[in-house]
């Protein structure tokens, strides 16, 4: 009788710490993906948003764009004379210096003068005048294509 309860007992004891919880180890990816489509999205819509620097009222003119495949230096002129070389405003005097520690192709390098309807033009060709004397050579004026009314 002992054996028997102890049998019985012992075995349905044993069988229960037999089982062991087997443990899942896929990785699930959904909450990943999702989490990487609603960055792509936010992405998506903020990059044009993006690449508005220096806001410039540009003058207008009949000349046709130009076909370009590489990003040029920008130096962009504002209605007070605050000048920005891309998107970061510097003096006069650092001009030249800072285009030169940019510059990848040395004075080979597009650099497109972007001065404001309203700017001065006597700071506009002195900005200009600093960078050609300095040797850089394809200097171009940035405006924008005249619209027939």
């Known amino acids: ?3 028997s309860v102890g049998t019985g007992g012992g075995g349905r004891g044993h069988r229960r710490r037999g089982r062991k919880h ?3 180890s896929e990785i699930n990816v959904t909450p990943f993906v999702d989490v990487m489509l ?3 999205i936010i992405f998506m819509v903020a990059a044009p948003l993006l690449t508005v620097g220096v806001p410039i009222d540009l003058p207008e003119t009949q000349a046709r764009a130009l076909n370009a495949e590489t990003q040029p230096i920008t130096v ?3 209605e007070e004379g605050r000048i920005f070389l891309q998107e970061t405003e ?5 001009v030249v210096a800072k ?3 940019i510059s990848q192709t040395g004075y080979e390098e597009r650099i ?3 001065g404001d309807r309203n700017a001065d033009y006597g700071t506009v060709m002195r900005v200009m005048a600093r960078i050609s004397a300095a040797g ?3 200097l171009g004026l940035v405006t924008l294509q005249e619209q027939d009314s």
């Open 22 to 24: 087997v443990l899942i």
């Open 136 to 138: 850089f050579r394809n």
């Open 90 to 94: 510097i003096p006069i005097e650092e």
């Open 99 to 101: 285009l030169e520690a």
């Open 112 to 114: 497109y003068v972007r």
């Open 76 to 78: 962009s002129i504002n």
């Open 38 to 40: 609603v960055l792509l």
């Open 1 to 3: 009788m002992g054996m």
